[in-house]
Protein backbone atom coordinates (compact mmCIF):
# COMPACT_ATOMS: atom_id res chain seq x y z
CA UNK A 1 0.00 0.00 0.00
CA UNK A 2 1.64 3.65 -1.05
CA UNK A 3 2.01 5.93 2.04
CA UNK A 4 -0.03 8.93 1.69
CA UNK A 5 1.73 12.69 2.36
CA UNK A 6 -0.81 12.02 5.41
CA UNK A 7 0.53 8.96 6.70
CA UNK A 8 3.78 10.33 6.28
CA UNK A 9 2.55 13.12 8.55
CA UNK A 10 1.35 11.06 11.31
CA UNK A 11 4.86 9.02 11.18
CA UNK A 12 6.44 11.84 12.33
CA UNK A 13 4.20 12.88 14.65
CA UNK A 14 4.80 9.50 16.59
CA UNK A 15 8.35 9.33 15.99
CA UNK A 16 8.28 12.48 18.06
CA UNK A 17 6.18 10.92 20.75
CA UNK A 18 8.83 7.53 21.14
CA UNK A 19 9.62 7.08 24.91
CA UNK A 20 12.49 5.01 24.38
CA UNK A 21 15.60 5.82 22.14
CA UNK A 22 15.47 3.42 19.14
CA UNK A 23 19.26 4.00 19.34
CA UNK A 24 21.64 5.39 16.37
CA UNK A 25 21.33 3.08 14.08
CA UNK A 26 17.71 3.43 13.38
CA UNK A 27 17.86 7.10 13.68
CA UNK A 28 20.37 7.32 10.72
CA UNK A 29 18.05 5.14 9.07
CA UNK A 30 15.22 7.49 9.65
CA UNK A 31 17.24 10.71 9.28
CA UNK A 32 18.46 9.47 5.94
CA UNK A 33 14.86 8.75 4.74
CA UNK A 34 13.66 11.55 5.93
CA UNK A 35 16.12 13.86 3.77
CA UNK A 36 15.29 11.61 0.74
CA UNK A 37 11.45 11.80 0.70
CA UNK A 38 11.87 15.95 1.86
CA UNK A 39 14.82 16.62 -0.22
CA UNK A 40 15.67 14.07 -3.00
CA UNK A 41 19.53 12.84 -3.07
CA UNK A 42 21.78 14.06 -0.99
CA UNK A 43 24.18 16.37 -2.77
CA UNK A 44 25.65 18.32 0.27
CA UNK A 45 29.80 18.04 0.37
CA UNK A 46 30.76 15.29 2.15
CA UNK A 47 31.76 16.61 5.64
CA UNK A 48 35.26 16.07 7.27
CA UNK A 49 36.74 12.66 8.93
CA UNK A 50 36.59 14.86 12.39
CA UNK A 51 32.75 15.63 11.73
CA UNK A 52 31.58 12.82 13.04
CA UNK A 53 28.25 12.72 13.61
CA UNK A 54 27.28 15.03 10.66
CA UNK A 55 29.46 12.82 8.55
CA UNK A 56 27.12 9.63 9.62
CA UNK A 57 24.34 11.26 8.83
CA UNK A 58 26.25 12.03 5.29
CA UNK A 59 26.97 8.69 5.19
CA UNK A 60 23.28 6.93 5.64
CA UNK A 61 21.32 9.44 3.12
CA UNK A 62 24.27 9.51 0.37
CA UNK A 63 23.80 5.46 0.87
CA UNK A 64 20.28 5.79 -0.88
CA UNK A 65 21.53 6.82 -3.82
CA UNK A 66 18.65 8.10 -6.14
CA UNK A 67 16.00 6.05 -4.06
CA UNK A 68 12.60 8.03 -5.62
CA UNK A 69 11.31 10.67 -2.54
CA UNK A 70 7.63 8.56 -2.46
CA UNK A 71 9.75 5.07 -1.97
CA UNK A 72 11.57 6.69 0.85
CA UNK A 73 8.37 8.15 2.01
CA UNK A 74 6.87 4.62 2.11
CA UNK A 75 10.29 3.28 4.00
CA UNK A 76 10.00 5.81 6.63
CA UNK A 77 6.01 5.12 7.24
CA UNK A 78 6.91 1.10 7.51
CA UNK A 79 9.85 1.46 9.40
CA UNK A 80 8.12 3.92 12.15
CA UNK A 81 4.75 1.46 12.13
CA UNK A 82 6.85 -1.54 12.35
CA UNK A 83 9.11 0.07 15.73
CA UNK A 84 5.70 1.38 16.95
CA UNK A 85 4.18 -2.13 16.70
CA UNK A 86 7.01 -3.40 18.59
CA UNK A 87 7.34 -1.04 21.37
CA UNK A 88 5.23 0.27 24.57
CA UNK A 89 2.02 1.85 24.68
CA UNK A 90 1.74 5.42 23.13
CA UNK A 91 4.08 7.42 25.74
CA UNK A 92 2.46 10.87 26.74
CA UNK A 93 4.80 13.48 24.31
CA UNK A 94 7.70 14.71 25.52
CA UNK A 95 8.35 18.29 25.49
CA UNK A 96 11.88 18.81 23.35
CA UNK A 97 15.39 19.60 24.85
CA UNK A 98 15.15 23.21 24.78
CA UNK A 99 11.78 23.45 26.00
CA UNK A 100 10.10 23.51 21.97
CA UNK A 101 6.98 20.92 22.61
CA UNK A 102 6.88 17.98 19.90
CA UNK A 103 4.40 17.47 17.58
CA UNK A 104 2.35 20.60 18.24
CA UNK A 105 -0.66 21.67 20.69
CA UNK A 106 -2.63 18.66 19.90
CA UNK A 107 -0.80 15.03 19.28
CA UNK A 108 -2.55 12.66 17.49
CA UNK A 109 -1.19 8.76 16.95
CA UNK A 110 -2.73 5.64 16.31
CA UNK A 111 -1.72 2.43 16.94
CA UNK A 112 -2.56 -1.04 18.28
CA UNK A 113 -6.56 0.02 17.03
CA UNK A 114 -6.71 2.95 19.96
CA UNK A 115 -6.23 6.35 18.42
CA UNK A 116 -4.61 8.81 21.13
CA UNK A 117 -5.68 12.91 20.89
CA UNK A 118 -3.03 14.09 23.45
CA UNK A 119 -3.26 17.72 24.83
CA UNK A 120 0.28 18.93 24.43
CA UNK A 121 0.92 22.34 25.65
CA UNK A 122 2.15 21.48 28.95
CA UNK A 123 4.08 25.01 29.42
CA UNK A 124 0.63 25.99 29.75
CA UNK A 125 -1.01 23.56 31.66
CA UNK A 126 -2.72 22.31 28.39
CA UNK A 127 -5.19 24.89 27.57
CA UNK A 128 -7.42 24.61 24.86
CA UNK A 129 -6.77 27.35 21.98
CA UNK A 130 -9.35 28.09 19.52
CA UNK A 131 -7.00 26.21 17.08
CA UNK A 132 -6.90 23.03 19.40
CA UNK A 133 -11.21 22.97 19.74
CA UNK A 134 -10.50 22.66 15.45
CA UNK A 135 -8.20 19.90 15.58
CA UNK A 136 -9.68 17.81 18.17
CA UNK A 137 -12.80 17.74 15.82
CA UNK A 138 -10.88 17.31 12.90
CA UNK A 139 -9.01 14.59 15.04
CA UNK A 140 -12.61 13.17 15.68
CA UNK A 141 -13.55 12.87 12.50
CA UNK A 142 -10.96 10.89 10.94
CA UNK A 143 -11.02 8.68 14.00
CA UNK A 144 -14.23 7.78 13.61
CA UNK A 145 -13.49 6.62 10.21
CA UNK A 146 -10.20 4.61 10.72
CA UNK A 147 -9.82 1.31 11.94
CA UNK A 148 -9.24 2.45 15.46
CA UNK A 149 -12.14 0.39 18.07
CA UNK A 150 -11.25 3.34 21.02
CA UNK A 151 -10.58 6.60 21.46
CA UNK A 152 -8.56 8.29 23.74
CA UNK A 153 -7.77 11.78 25.06
CA UNK A 154 -5.21 12.45 27.52
CA UNK A 155 -2.87 15.01 28.61
CA UNK A 156 0.75 15.52 28.13
CA UNK A 157 2.87 17.04 31.69
CA UNK A 158 1.38 17.71 34.85
CA UNK A 159 -2.00 18.69 33.78
CA UNK A 160 -4.42 16.71 32.08
CA UNK A 161 -5.86 19.87 30.57
CA UNK A 162 -6.66 23.47 32.36
CA UNK A 163 -9.62 23.90 30.08
CA UNK A 164 -10.50 27.13 27.93
CA UNK A 165 -7.30 29.21 27.11
CA UNK A 166 -9.11 32.42 28.82
CA UNK A 167 -7.13 33.91 26.23
CA UNK A 168 -9.53 33.28 23.47
CA UNK A 169 -11.95 35.81 24.46
CA UNK A 170 -8.96 38.65 23.94
CA UNK A 171 -9.38 38.97 20.19
CA UNK A 172 -12.29 41.12 19.47
CA UNK A 173 -13.28 40.71 16.15
CA UNK A 174 -14.59 44.25 13.48
CA UNK A 175 -18.09 43.38 14.71
CA UNK A 176 -17.03 43.46 18.24
CA UNK A 177 -17.79 41.35 21.60
CA UNK A 178 -21.07 40.39 19.98
CA UNK A 179 -20.04 38.93 16.95
CA UNK A 180 -16.85 36.83 19.60
CA UNK A 181 -19.73 35.76 21.48
CA UNK A 182 -22.08 34.38 18.70
CA UNK A 183 -18.99 32.98 16.76
CA UNK A 184 -17.49 31.20 19.82
CA UNK A 185 -21.38 30.08 20.76
CA UNK A 186 -21.76 28.38 17.29
CA UNK A 187 -18.33 26.87 17.53
CA UNK A 188 -18.88 25.53 21.15
CA UNK A 189 -21.79 23.90 20.27
CA UNK A 190 -20.47 22.50 16.80
CA UNK A 191 -17.44 21.22 19.21
CA UNK A 192 -19.71 19.54 21.76
CA UNK A 193 -22.01 18.17 19.18
CA UNK A 194 -18.87 16.31 17.65
CA UNK A 195 -18.83 14.40 21.24
CA UNK A 196 -22.17 13.89 21.09
CA UNK A 197 -22.50 12.18 17.98
CA UNK A 198 -19.03 10.45 18.49
CA UNK A 199 -19.72 6.74 17.08
CA UNK A 200 -16.99 4.79 18.61
CA UNK A 201 -16.06 4.22 22.93
CA UNK A 202 -14.39 7.26 24.47
CA UNK A 203 -11.95 6.67 26.81
CA UNK A 204 -10.38 9.64 28.57
CA UNK A 205 -7.46 8.98 30.52
CA UNK A 206 -6.91 11.92 33.17
CA UNK A 207 -3.56 12.18 33.81
CA UNK A 208 -3.72 15.03 35.89
CA UNK A 209 -5.93 18.38 37.29
CA UNK A 210 -8.83 18.91 34.95
CA UNK A 211 -10.71 22.11 35.02
CA UNK A 212 -13.95 23.75 32.93
CA UNK A 213 -14.87 22.09 29.52
CA UNK A 214 -11.74 19.34 30.04
CA UNK A 215 -14.10 18.29 32.98
CA UNK A 216 -17.73 18.54 31.77
CA UNK A 217 -17.38 16.66 28.46
CA UNK A 218 -15.98 13.88 30.25
CA UNK A 219 -20.03 13.15 30.88
CA UNK A 220 -20.41 12.06 26.91
CA UNK A 221 -17.41 9.75 27.67
CA UNK A 222 -17.92 5.74 28.02
CA UNK A 223 -14.99 5.34 30.49
CA UNK A 224 -12.70 8.03 32.43
CA UNK A 225 -9.53 7.13 33.69
CA UNK A 226 -8.03 8.83 36.17
CA UNK A 227 -4.55 9.21 38.33
CA UNK A 228 -5.09 9.97 41.83
CA UNK A 229 -3.32 13.36 41.04
CA UNK A 230 -5.92 14.35 39.01
CA UNK A 231 -8.73 16.88 40.41
CA UNK A 232 -11.95 17.53 38.60
CA UNK A 233 -12.86 21.39 38.90
CA UNK A 234 -15.48 23.54 37.24
CA UNK A 235 -15.25 27.34 38.28
CA UNK A 236 -17.46 28.43 36.29
CA UNK A 237 -19.43 31.29 38.72
CA UNK A 238 -16.27 33.28 40.02
CA UNK A 239 -15.41 33.50 35.90
CA UNK A 240 -18.69 34.99 35.15
CA UNK A 241 -19.94 32.08 33.07
CA UNK A 242 -22.04 28.66 33.19
CA UNK A 243 -21.75 25.07 32.52
CA UNK A 244 -21.46 23.62 28.82
CA UNK A 245 -20.82 20.15 27.40
CA UNK A 246 -23.71 19.37 28.31
CA UNK A 247 -22.89 18.95 31.99
CA UNK A 248 -26.15 21.00 33.00
CA UNK A 249 -27.60 17.77 31.91
CA UNK A 250 -25.38 14.72 32.44
CA UNK A 251 -23.90 15.60 36.08
CA UNK A 252 -27.33 15.69 37.97
CA UNK A 253 -28.48 12.51 36.01
CA UNK A 254 -25.18 10.82 37.10
CA UNK A 255 -24.15 12.32 40.86
CA UNK A 256 -27.85 13.57 41.42
CA UNK A 257 -29.18 17.56 41.34
CA UNK A 258 -27.24 18.52 44.57
CA UNK A 259 -23.89 17.30 44.34
CA UNK A 260 -23.99 18.58 40.63
CA UNK A 261 -24.89 21.97 41.80
CA UNK A 262 -21.94 22.37 44.43
CA UNK A 263 -19.66 21.23 41.62
CA UNK A 264 -21.13 23.47 38.35
CA UNK A 265 -22.51 26.33 40.60
CA UNK A 266 -20.17 26.61 43.55
CA UNK A 267 -17.14 25.61 41.85
CA UNK A 268 -16.08 22.97 44.46
CA UNK A 269 -13.52 20.74 43.05
CA UNK A 270 -13.21 17.14 43.52
CA UNK A 271 -10.58 15.06 44.01
CA UNK A 272 -10.46 11.79 41.89
CA UNK A 273 -11.06 9.83 44.75
CA UNK A 274 -14.35 11.83 44.93
CA UNK A 275 -15.24 11.84 41.19
CA UNK A 276 -15.31 8.09 41.23
CA UNK A 277 -17.77 8.24 44.18
CA UNK A 278 -19.79 10.43 42.36
CA UNK A 279 -19.62 8.19 38.93
CA UNK A 280 -17.81 10.81 36.98
CA UNK A 281 -14.46 8.97 37.23
CA UNK A 282 -14.83 4.98 36.40
CA UNK A 283 -11.45 3.89 38.37
CA UNK A 284 -8.78 5.84 40.29
CA UNK A 285 -5.09 4.35 39.92
CA UNK A 286 -2.00 5.69 41.24
CA UNK A 287 0.03 8.14 39.60
CA UNK A 288 2.83 5.89 39.22
CA UNK A 289 1.15 2.89 37.34
CA UNK A 290 -1.52 4.85 35.22
CA UNK A 291 -0.31 4.44 32.25
CA UNK A 292 1.13 0.35 32.49
CA UNK A 293 -2.36 -0.69 33.74
CA UNK A 294 -4.71 1.66 31.89
CA UNK A 295 -2.89 0.57 27.81
CA UNK A 296 -2.66 -2.52 29.50
CA UNK A 297 -6.70 -2.84 29.77
CA UNK A 298 -7.63 -0.60 26.75
CA UNK A 299 -5.28 -2.95 24.82
CA UNK A 300 -7.68 -5.74 25.83
CA UNK A 301 -10.62 -4.20 25.31
CA UNK A 302 -10.23 -3.92 21.38
CA UNK A 303 -9.48 -7.87 21.40
CA UNK A 304 -13.64 -7.99 21.54
CA UNK A 305 -15.75 -8.03 18.23
CA UNK A 306 -15.81 -4.47 17.23
CA UNK A 307 -19.36 -5.02 15.81
CA UNK A 308 -21.00 -5.99 19.48
CA UNK A 309 -19.33 -3.61 21.38
CA UNK A 310 -20.35 -0.67 18.97
CA UNK A 311 -24.30 -2.09 18.90
CA UNK A 312 -24.06 -2.42 22.80
CA UNK A 313 -22.29 1.16 22.64
CA UNK A 314 -25.24 2.39 20.10
CA UNK A 315 -28.31 0.63 21.58
CA UNK A 316 -27.18 2.67 25.01
CA UNK A 317 -26.64 6.43 23.58
CA UNK A 318 -29.39 6.39 21.14
CA UNK A 319 -32.26 6.96 23.36
CA UNK A 320 -30.45 10.71 25.39
CA UNK A 321 -28.56 11.74 22.00
CA UNK A 322 -31.57 13.66 20.93
CA UNK A 323 -31.88 15.58 24.29
CA UNK A 324 -28.44 15.94 24.46
CA UNK A 325 -28.53 18.06 21.58
CA UNK A 326 -31.21 20.20 22.88
CA UNK A 327 -29.16 20.91 25.93
CA UNK A 328 -25.91 21.66 24.35
CA UNK A 329 -28.01 24.69 21.98
CA UNK A 330 -29.35 25.90 25.53
CA UNK A 331 -25.94 26.13 27.14
CA UNK A 332 -24.42 27.77 24.36
CA UNK A 333 -27.10 29.96 24.32
CA UNK A 334 -27.01 31.06 27.87
CA UNK A 335 -22.83 31.16 27.40
CA UNK A 336 -22.73 33.47 23.97
CA UNK A 337 -25.19 35.86 26.78
CA UNK A 338 -22.29 35.13 30.09
CA UNK A 339 -19.42 35.83 27.57
CA UNK A 340 -21.15 39.72 27.24
CA UNK A 341 -21.36 39.95 30.90
CA UNK A 342 -19.35 42.52 33.12
CA UNK A 343 -18.83 39.83 35.43
CA UNK A 344 -16.76 37.62 32.69
CA UNK A 345 -15.34 40.27 31.32
CA UNK A 346 -13.65 41.06 35.07
CA UNK A 347 -12.79 37.29 35.84
CA UNK A 348 -11.12 37.24 31.99
CA UNK A 349 -8.91 40.53 33.51
CA UNK A 350 -8.31 39.20 36.74
CA UNK A 351 -6.70 36.45 35.03
CA UNK A 352 -4.64 37.84 32.46
CA UNK A 353 -3.30 40.66 35.32
CA UNK A 354 -2.31 37.20 37.09
CA UNK A 355 -4.29 38.45 40.33
CA UNK A 356 -6.66 35.68 39.56
CA UNK A 357 -6.12 32.19 40.33
CA UNK A 358 -8.14 28.72 40.99
C1 LIG B 1 -14.19 25.73 18.31
C2 LIG B 1 -14.65 26.29 19.62
C3 LIG B 1 -13.98 27.61 19.92
C4 LIG B 1 -14.85 28.40 20.77
C5 LIG B 1 -14.11 29.03 21.87
C6 LIG B 1 -15.08 29.28 22.91
C7 LIG B 1 -14.64 28.71 24.17
C8 LIG B 1 -15.62 27.83 24.80
C9 LIG B 1 -15.34 27.81 26.25
C10 LIG B 1 -16.38 27.20 27.03
C11 LIG B 1 -16.56 27.84 28.37
C12 LIG B 1 -15.38 27.78 29.28
C13 LIG B 1 -14.95 26.66 29.81
C14 LIG B 1 -13.77 26.57 30.69
O1 LIG B 1 -12.92 25.78 30.45
S1 LIG B 1 -13.68 27.57 32.08
C15 LIG B 1 -12.14 27.19 32.83
C16 LIG B 1 -11.05 28.02 32.27
N1 LIG B 1 -9.81 27.72 32.95
C17 LIG B 1 -9.37 28.39 34.02
O2 LIG B 1 -10.01 29.26 34.53
C18 LIG B 1 -8.01 28.00 34.54
C19 LIG B 1 -7.09 29.19 34.62
N2 LIG B 1 -5.78 28.77 35.11
C20 LIG B 1 -5.45 28.77 36.42
O3 LIG B 1 -6.21 29.11 37.28
C21 LIG B 1 -4.07 28.28 36.77
O4 LIG B 1 -3.24 28.54 35.68
C22 LIG B 1 -4.05 26.76 37.11
C23 LIG B 1 -4.75 26.52 38.46
C24 LIG B 1 -4.68 25.91 36.01
C25 LIG B 1 -2.57 26.31 37.27
O5 LIG B 1 -1.92 27.13 38.23
P1 LIG B 1 -0.33 27.01 38.43
O6 LIG B 1 0.06 28.02 39.45
O7 LIG B 1 0.05 25.61 38.68
O8 LIG B 1 0.27 27.38 37.00
P2 LIG B 1 0.25 28.81 36.27
O9 LIG B 1 -0.96 29.58 36.60
O10 LIG B 1 1.56 29.48 36.46
O11 LIG B 1 0.08 28.34 34.74
C26 LIG B 1 1.18 28.08 33.89
C27 LIG B 1 0.96 28.84 32.61
O12 LIG B 1 -0.22 28.34 32.00
C28 LIG B 1 -1.13 29.42 31.72
N3 LIG B 1 -2.50 28.93 31.81
C29 LIG B 1 -2.98 28.00 32.65
N4 LIG B 1 -4.28 27.82 32.44
C30 LIG B 1 -4.63 28.64 31.44
C31 LIG B 1 -5.86 28.91 30.77
N5 LIG B 1 -6.99 28.25 31.06
N6 LIG B 1 -5.87 29.81 29.79
C32 LIG B 1 -4.73 30.47 29.43
N7 LIG B 1 -3.53 30.26 30.03
C33 LIG B 1 -3.48 29.35 31.02
C34 LIG B 1 -0.80 30.43 32.79
O13 LIG B 1 -1.23 31.69 32.39
C35 LIG B 1 0.72 30.31 32.85
O14 LIG B 1 1.23 30.99 31.72
P3 LIG B 1 2.55 31.90 31.85
O15 LIG B 1 3.62 30.95 32.30
O16 LIG B 1 2.75 32.45 30.48
O17 LIG B 1 2.23 32.93 32.88
Not at 13 to 33: I, M, T
Not at 34 to 39: F, I, R
Request: glycine share 6%; net charge positive; charged share 25%.
Amino acid sequence: MRASQKDFESALRQVKLWKKDPGNEVKLKLYALYKQATEGPCNLPKPGMMDLVNKAKWDAWSALGSLPKETARENYVDLVSSLSAASEPPSPAKPAADGEQAGGDLVVTSENHITTITFNRPAKKNAITTQMYRDIMLALQAASKDDSVLTVLTGNGDYYCSGNDLTNFTDIPPGGPEEKARTNAVLLREFVDYFIDFPKPLVAVVNGPAVGISVTILGLFDLVYASDRATFHTPFSPLGLSPEGCSSYTFPKMMGPSKAAEMLIFGRKLTAQEACAQGLVTEVFPDSTLQKEVWTRLRAYTKLPPNAVRTSREVMRSKGRERLHAVNAEECEALRQRWLSEECASAVLRFMSRKAKL
